[in-house]
């Protein structure tokens, strides 16, 4: 399965850095859509990523009109990732697909309302404690992420590290 994070205007560099980074290292590619809250040359961002930055498969949108005109969410198996959506990231059967988007909203305000509204039946939600506003971008990034993975029994990663593990 080809996984696909996107990132619909972050704001905080760190987090966009520790996503590419996840991104890296399970080959899914990496969606940001302008405007960015930083510059993605910015040092922060770098480091969160570390030495992954080159392995990075990224696009960058002008904007989530431009996004959503190339990846159609009607059409593609796109899931959009809120605290207000009804259905539990986990429920769902991403293995049945060829390819899987996970979008994300700013960290200050998620997606747009009307955009949730709208798509009600492709948004979900990692449960946590009512009273807790959220889980941070690039923790959220990697659960829902892993998921999609673990369905396909982690499919074209390696079970083991290079020295064999324990």
């Not at 492709?122 to 941070?136: E, G």
């Not at 829902?144 to 020295?163: D, I, K, M, P, S």
């Amino acid at each position: 399965m080809k996984l696909n994070l996107v990132l619909c205007e972050p704001e905080i560099p760190a987090n966009t850095g520790n996503i590419s980074r996840t991104c890296s290292v399970i080959g899914a590619k990496l969606h940001l859509i302008r405007p960015l809250g930083f510059s993605i040359e910015e040092k922060e961002v770098r480091r969160a990523g570390l030495d992954y930055w080159t392995a990075l498969d990224l696009e960058v949108h002008a904007s989530a009109t431009d996004f959503f005109a190339k990846y159609d969410l009607a059409r593609l198996p796109m899931f959009l990732v809120s605290t207000k959506a009804r259905h539990v990231y986990s429920d769902m059967d991403y293995a049945a697909f060829d390819e899987v988007f996970f979008v994300f909203g700013k960290e200050t305000r998620g997606l747009p309302e009307e955009l949730l509204r709208a798509n009600a039946d492709k948004c979900v939600r990692i449960p946590m404690l009512a009273d807790m506003r959220s889980l941070n971008l690039s923790n959220a990034a990697a659960i829902v992420a892993y998921e999609a993975l673990r369905q396909t029994g982690f499919a074209g990663l390696a079970r083991r590290n290079a020295a064999g593990g324990l």
